[in-house]
């Protein structure tokens, strides 16, 4: 068999020529190393072959190595990246890698696997993990549970504190929406920045102190329901990682450390302090998530901040060629960011990584930017929509999803205006924070049908927000209504199962009231002889919940040992249902009304649809995970599931209007041109890109800002100039996505905000070439590729079931739909849990043995 001796062979075999650079980056072994990558510079590349680098030619193990990003697109990027190159080179040279034990993924994903490392723990014993709040499931605890506390805690009303709230904080606070977000974003500040409730002692200012209360209840609240959120999760995995001294990983690699924040620069820098072997990648310049704690001070001051912790001095390795964009469009992207002033006001250096210029690969200096006619939106709109047209037609772009709109927010006007500018030239546009996820034809159907069959949820005359959430379940009913009237058996269905959980409601009343008046405590042990002679007078009950008893009864009886079940427990078993919500999901998918959907998935035509099914199994399995999954007879009393899953669930969506989509593998539906939000556009690359805004609204700094930084005695930019900074580091990601072709549009008009570096870049720029001089002969032919994440796929996992069924390896591979958990197998993972704990115990002692 041939072997790899070095990696030029390497190189070679996989038809990489790296830059002397990138060679460099891929190259070097130890010691702590800082790579500047600039946008186009081939990182993802860079990373994957250094960590061929270090299994192939440093004698590095797999599971030595740690490997973490910030989104799930690029983690699943390197995943599949890594285990296609590894796969290539089995099979050339014959020798087996396994690479299944590396870390590689989110920080968060990351962080929930260090919880579980056995490494961590004293003799190998699995730890006892907490539950997870995620966005959804944090929002809920705070607006349901914790604003209660804290009223009693601070003795106000709920006027009254969300009233002292706004004055603290300086902001407008119109609810308990409002309410609950004002305080997740101080929670989660808290918590990033490593600042606990005694830090808050000898704070001058009364209501920084209150927040000081707060912030200690909320944690106190958290261990009392055994819970953390996502700021927490990173506490709790540095906890578990300080906890041992001896060496977990080799090589520890993050990648866009531009947006790291406190709390995860202490984790990197713990995990890789025996070694000193870190290895960050970014970009400050691409630094976009300071409202999600993101410090770009900590990739800026990466060489000082190491050097303090680890007494290390740090490789800078510069990867600056952009291999992504024409000249123009990487000059015109330069000459857009320069023209902020980043000096510092000492003039002392900047507030950005000095000495780095961004050089263009392709050197192709024919016109790649273009701007239209100064205008209003509709004018605007028109002149780019009939180039957009121009293009798709020509076939210079494979596709129309190769042709991006990037908006600094898809609420704004111009996005309808655009949209109907589009539509009116027979094109189609696929917006997923254009509106509210609920408000899609599938979510409408689905949770119509839902709210046939579970009862429709009471909405006790609130007016507000409430009343315009159930005009929403008023169109979700019609649109079921529609389709129940077009189809008789799911008509039948629906009817059936309506008709089911009524029964097993009314039994459950029955079975509880008899149990009220005999003066039973529903939560004394279940005696089977006693209650059998019991509820065998009962003529009321129907007759497949008379038979549960009976079975439930002589089971007890039977078991040996004894089991002891109190007789609540009995009684809500008995009158369960045998589907939990993504079975009723998937049984109602499987009638006429959506076979659309999934023929033009399978057809490859048209994906939207299906791709809007996969998300509600999502949703559903969340409100599974934080309620229960179990569907009894007490659920349906007083609709008090429809209640939970509408009035709270759904509702809680419905107001934050979905947190910022990350585009899924970069999945876009076919034929349809998507409109992006700047920040979901991150990590991703179109031939053509058109800017949909040139500006936004200028905002004050955050109270909460403020006090972080008078309480952790923190510097960095000065908190006047962080709104330009991160409005030119925004567009600047916009621009810096384009590959043959940008389009900035011109605009001008009253209440139209545009930002000072385009009004000089573009409006008062006489040498930036006019969209109307376009020709569409000088737009090169986008390339031939798959923007799609590349996957791999094993025998078991995907050919065999690919097998089995087309549809469902397209549905649970593909799209990523939630499988219903009727499904997974309790007892195989009780076993398998069983053999995974025998197996660390003997690893454990065989180690203390040595």
Not at 405 to 421: D, R
Not at 431 to 459: H, N, S, T, V, Y
Not at 480 to 493: Q, T
Request: net charge positive; proline share 3%; hydrophobic share 35%.
């Amino acid at each position: 068999m041939p072997t790899l001796n070095n990696m030029d062979d390497v190189y070679q075999h996989f038809n990489f020529n790296p830059s002397t650079q990138q060679r460099e980056a891929i190259e070097s072994s130890d010691g702590p190393i800082y790579i500047v990558a600039g946008p186009g510079a081939g990182k993802t590349r860079v990373l994957l072959f250094r960590i061929i680098f270090l299994i192939l030619f440093m004698g590095c193990r797999p599971e030595k190595i740690f490997v973490a990003t910030f989104s799930n697109k690029a983690a699943k990027e390197l995943d599949y990246g890594i285990k296609s190159l590894f796969t290539e080179i089995s099979m050339y040279t014959g020798d087996n890698y396994d690479i299944t034990g590396m870390y590689i993924g989110t920080v968060h994903s990351s962080c929930r696997k260090l919880l579980t490392d056995r490494s961590f723990s004293r003799n190998r014993r699995r730890h006892k993990l907490p539950k997870f709040l995620d966005e959804l499931g944090q929002y809920l605890f705070i607006k349901d549970r914790f604003i209660k506390k804290c009223l009693k805690k601070l003795n106000m009303t709920e006027s009254n504190f969300r009233e002292w709230l706004a004055v603290s904080l300086e902001k407008q606070l119109y609810n308990k929406h409002d309410v609950t977000i004002a305080l997740i974003e101080m929670f989660n500040r808290f918590t990033e920045e490593c600042i606990d409730s005694s830090s808050f002692v000898e704070v001058e200012e009364n209501d920084v102190k209150q927040f000081g209360i707060l912030y200690d209840l909320y944690v106190k609240e958290l261990k009392v329901n055994n819970s953390v959120d996502y700021a927490f999760l990173q506490q709790a995995a540095l906890k578990n990682v300080n906890s041992s001294d001896s060496p977990r990983f080799d090589y520890v690699i993050i990648d866009e450390y531009q947006d790291t924040n406190l709390i995860q620069e202490k984790l990197f820098f713990s995990l890789s302090k025996n070694t000193g072997n870190i290895c960050v990648v970014g970009d400050d310049d691409q630094a976009l998530y300071r409202f999600r704690g993101g410090s770009v001070d900590c990739f800026v001051e990466f060489p000082t901040r190491i050097n303090q912790y680890l007494k290390l001095i740090p490789k800078r390795i510069d990867l600056i060629d952009n291999y992504r964009s024409k000249k123009q469009i990487v000059e015109f992207c330069r000459a857009y960011f320069e023209l902020t002033n980043w000096s510092k006001e000492d003039g002392q250096g900047e507030y950005r990584i000095e000495n780095k210029e961004i050089k263009a690969y392709n050197q192709d200096s024919s016109p790649a930017v273009f701007k239209t006619q100064l205008g209003n939106y509709e004018t605007v709109a028109t002149e780019i929509a009939n180039t957009v047209k121009e293009i798709v037609d020509s076939g210079k772009v494979n596709n129309p999803n190769e042709i991006a709109f990037l908006f600094p927010s898809l609420k704004g006007k111009f996005v309808q205006v655009m949209k109907a500018a589009l539509e009116a030239v027979g094109l189609q546009v696929y917006a997923p924070r254009a509106g509210r996820f609920l408000e899609c034809w599938e979510a409408k159907a689905i949770f119509g049908l839902f709210a046939l069959i579970l009862g429709i949820p009471l909405q006790n005359g609130y007016k507000g927000r409430f009343e315009k959430f159930h005009n929403w379940i008023g169109e979700c009913l019609t649109e079921a209504n529609k389709l129940v009237a077009r189809d008789p058996s799911l008509k039948h269905y629906v009817e059936d199962m309506s008709i089911d959980l009524k029964i097993r409601s009314k039994d459950y009343q029955i079975l509880m009231q008899l149990m009220k008046e005999r003066g039973i405590n529903v939560n004394e042990p279940y005696i089977p002889s006693r209650m059998s002679e019991l509820l065998s007078s009962l003529k009321d009950i129907s007759e497949s919940t008379k038979k549960a008893l009976i079975k439930s009864s002589k089971f007890l009886e039977n078991k040996n040992p004894p089991q002891e079940k109190n007789i609540n427990y009995v009684i809500s078993s008995v009158t369960a249902t045998d589907w939990n919500l993504l079975d009723l999901f998937y049984r109602l998918v499987g009638f006429k009304a959506f076979n659309k959907s999934f023929q033009t998935a399978q057809d490859g035509t048209d994906n939207e649809s299906i791709i809007n099914l996969a998300r509600i199994t999502l949703y559903l399995s969340s409100f599974m995970d934080n309620t229960k999954s179990i569907v009894t007879g007490a659920d349906f009393f007083n609709n008090r599931l429809s209640n939970t899953l509408y009035n709270s669930f759904l509702y809680g969506l419905f107001l934050l209007e979905e947190s910022e989509v990350e585009v899924k593998d970069g999945l876009f539906p076919l034929g349809r041109i998507p409109f992006l939000t700047i920040h979901q556009s991150k990590g991703l690359e179109f031939p053509v890109v058109i800017l949909g805004g040139t500006g936004k609204k200028k905002r004050s700094p955050s109270r909460i800002e403020s006090i972080v930084r008078n309480i952790s005695n923190k510097n960095g930019e000065p908190l006047e100039k962080i709104f330009k900074y991160d409005l030119t580091r925004m567009f600047y990601v916009a621009l810096s996505r384009a590959e043959n072709l940008l389009i900035i549009p011109n605009f001008s008009g009253r209440g139209i905000v545009v930002d000072d570096n385009f009004k000089e870049l573009v409006r008062q720029n006489n040498e930036l070439t006019f969209l109307h001089e376009f020709k569409i002969a000088s737009l090169p032919l986008a390339k031939v590729s798959n923007k799609n994440i590349p996957r791999i796929y094993s025998y078991t996992s995907d050919f065999l079931l690919y097998q089995q069924c087309p549809r469902y390896f397209m549905l649970y591979r593909e799209y990523g739909f939630v499988p219903s958990r009727s499904q997974t197998i309790l007892f195989g993972s009780i076993v398998h849990r069983t053999i995974e704990d025998l197996h660390n115990f003997l690893i454990s002692k065989r180690k203390n043995f040595n």
